[in-house]
């Protein structure tokens, strides 16, 4: 039986909370300390999963741990991640990996030169569905997904791009497998001024292309995507947990419907962040590569801001109109 990693939380927010909730449950881990800028905030957690103590200082954990999950706001992601594997310390990082293509690519090398773990937590990978949805994959042509909410007035100065279009992003690259050589996008800030509905044309070198729309102002809360293959197609609804795969079995055009194979199923319910956290502790152990490295957040990170790229040029484009239609009138 294999000692408990020595790890520690440094972000004590929404999200971090709850890595130190499952490093607490997973008798792989011992959870040393929760780590943030609000020494109440950091008591508070540290006191709930029984860490053995609350910092304000990340440097504090200096030869005191092995791992450390990096849940702080996305700007410091770089800096904080950076010194823990500069310190020798496996990091998981929350997603996005870091705010720029640059400094995640400078991570990445860090990572790979001192042979440290880094991992991105693309919860969305560790989902039952996701896991049942990739063992169907065998060359897909289309991809559609939806991934739309309804208006709860958070997280407004992150445009809807980074917000909830980068899970989907993540998901797709995961199952395509490939590179992306261009992209296209609209949208528009509603409620905001960053977008709060986007939609994206995704062509990658295989000539698979993925149709993604996001949106956090709409009426109902859907997660749904569609992929099309060569004699298939199927339908995953990470919401419900549910996949439903279309196969053609012989020939349409003479058996209609009978050619065609329905099979449907409810997947299990399981804890995504719980399975996430087992497979970076599983990694520190066996040395292995996670599912989502720091390369594949690198790439998801590059595709947002292609997406984001697109969105400017096609807002600019729209207001120029705007702005000569008016000057006509």
């Not at 029984?50 to 702080?72: K, M, P, Q, Y």
């Not at 995507?225 to 004699?231: A, I, K, L, N, S």
Request: overall charge negative; hydrophobic content about 45%.
């Amino acid at each position: 039986m294999r000692s408990p990693i020595p790890v520690a939380v440094i972000g004590a927010g929404y999200f971090g909370r709850f890595h130190a909730k499952h490093y607490a449950a997973n008798p792989d881990a011992r959870l040393v300390a929760v780590v943030d800028q609000d020494l109440a905030r950091a008591r508070a957690v540290a006191d709930e999963f029984g860490a053995e103590e609350a910092l304000t200082d990340h440097t504090a954990l200096n030869g005191r741990i092995a791992a450390a999950s990096v849940a702080v706001s996305t700007p410091a992601h770089f800096a904080v991640a950076g010194e823990m594997l500069g310190n020798g310390v496996h990091v998981l990082v929350e997603k996005p990996i870091t705010d720029d293509v640059a400094s995640a690519e400078a991570l990445v090398k860090q990572a790979e030169a001192a042979d440290r773990i880094l991992q991105v937590g693309h919860i969305e990978r560790f989902s039952a569905a996701y896991k049942a949805l990739v063992k169907e994959i065998t060359r897909p042509l289309y991809i559609e997904s939806h991934r739309i909410s309804m208006w709860t007035g958070r997280a407004g100065e992150v445009d809807v791009v980074f917000d909830l279009m980068i899970h989907d992003i993540d998901i797709i690259m995961g199952l395509v497998n490939d590179p992306v050589e261009s992209v296209h996008a609209v949208g528009a800030p509603i409620l905001n001024p960053t977008e709060d509905m986007a939609n994206a044309r995704i062509i990658f070198k295989s000539g698979c292309v993925a149709n993604v729309t996001a949106s956090r102002i709409s009426g109902k809360t859907e997660r749904v995507m569609r992929v099309f293959q060569p004699d298939s197609y199927l339908v995953c609804d990470f919401t419900r947990s549910r996949l439903a795969h279309f196969i053609k079995r012989g020939d349409p055009a003479t058996q209609g419907l009978a050619a065609i194979e329905h099979r449907a199923a409810d997947l299990p319910q399981e804890d995504s962040l719980g399975n996430e956290i087992a497979e970076f502790l599983d990694c520190i152990s066996s040395g292995r590569t996670p599912i989502v490295d720091g390369h594949a957040g690198k790439e998801a990170l590059r595709v947002a801001n292609l997406i984001n790229d697109s969105l400017r040029t096609h807002r600019s484009r729209v207001e120029s109109s705007l702005a000569s239609t008016s000057q006509q009138e």
